[in-house]
């Protein structure tokens, strides 16, 4: 091999190895444009955002928790949490989507509502994420995330008041860690997801309780 071919492949190497992955938040951008952009399908999204197709969905879906929505909107968004989640949950390394799930679309209007509402938190979130502290194996733990999510997801589907917006939140930033393999970040996700959980049983358990003393 000649020096010339070898210094050609070797600066090829080293640009493929600088290139770096489209930020989830900038692909969310790109869908938010109703002028560039049509209602975007779920298959549209999962294809753009490849194999994170886990912890950006978690992100999207989760965050839109915090979007004002029509009454009943919680239950229809975490009808695919639950779905994602389940799949991280049994170990699936690719998001799979059945053929109803892939027709489904969101307007670019709701993505833009949501970026302009978590966008700037989502943007400073993975500028600080990285890979660190995460535990092995990673298929138990990624399991174990997946199964922690589902719940939360169940949660965010209850069409009661204060039932989707904490634990979705908590969801959003498993996505984040998810992404980045990040373990500070899925510690966080569980500390808030526990946190909304107690809050709710104390919130619900504590109206069940005054209800029952009435009678």
């Given at each position: 091999?000649?020096?010339?071919?070898?210094?050609?492949?070797?600066?090829?190497?080293?640009?493929?190895?600088g290139?770096?992955q489209?930020?989830i938040?900038?692909?969310?951008?790109?869908?938010?444009?109703?002028?560039?952009?049509?209602?975007?399908?779920?298959?549209?999204l999962?294809?753009?955002?490849?194999?994170?197709?886990?912890g950006?969905?978690?992100?999207?879906?989760?965050?839109?928790?915090l979007?004002?929505?029509?009454?009943?909107?919680?239950?229809?968004?975490g009808?695919?949490?639950?779905?994602?989640s389940?799949?991280?949950?049994?170990?699936?390394?690719?998001?799979?989507?059945?053929?109803r799930?892939?027709?489904?679309?969101?307007?670019?209007?709701?993505?833009?509502t949501?970026?302009?509402?978590?966008?700037?938190?989502?943007?400073?979130?993975?500028?600080?994420?990285?890979?660190?502290?995460?535990?092995?194996?990673?298929a138990?733990?990624?399991?174990?995330?997946g199964?922690?999510?589902?719940?939360?997801?169940?949660?965010?589907?209850?069409?009661?008041?204060?039932?989707?917006?904490?634990?979705?939140?908590?969801?959003a930033?498993?996505?984040?860690?998810?992404?980045?393999?990040?373990?500070l970040?899925?510690?966080?996700?569980?500390?808030?997801?526990?946190?909304?959980?107690?809050?709710?049983?104390?919130?619900?358990?504590?109206?069940?309780?005054?209800?029952?003393?009435?009678?």
């Amino acid at each position: 091999m000649s020096p010339l071919v070898f210094s050609r492949m070797r600066r090829e190497f080293r640009r493929q190895k600088g290139k770096r992955q489209r930020r989830i938040s900038a692909i969310l951008r790109a869908f938010s444009n109703p002028r560039t952009s049509d209602d975007p399908t779920l298959e549209e999204l999962s294809l753009a955002f490849d194999t994170r197709a886990f912890g950006a969905f978690f992100i999207l879906f989760g965050g839109l928790n915090l979007v004002p929505l029509p009454p009943g909107a919680s239950t229809i968004f975490g009808m695919p949490l639950i779905l994602f989640s389940l799949q991280l949950a049994i170990g699936r390394h690719k998001v799979w989507l059945p053929a109803r799930f892939r027709r489904i679309s969101l307007k670019p209007e709701t993505i833009a509502t949501l970026m302009r509402k978590i966008g700037p938190f989502i943007r400073r979130a993975e500028r600080l994420a990285r890979h660190r502290y995460w535990l092995q194996p990673e298929a138990m733990l990624l399991s174990l995330t997946g199964w922690f999510c589902l719940f939360l997801a169940i949660i965010v589907t209850i069409p009661f008041p204060l039932t989707n917006m904490a634990p979705g939140v908590a969801i959003a930033i498993a996505g984040i860690a998810i992404t980045a393999r990040d373990g500070l970040w899925l510690i966080a996700a569980a500390i808030l997801g526990i946190a909304s959980v107690l809050f709710l049983v104390g919130v619900y358990g504590g109206a069940i309780l005054a209800l029952l003393n009435m009678f």
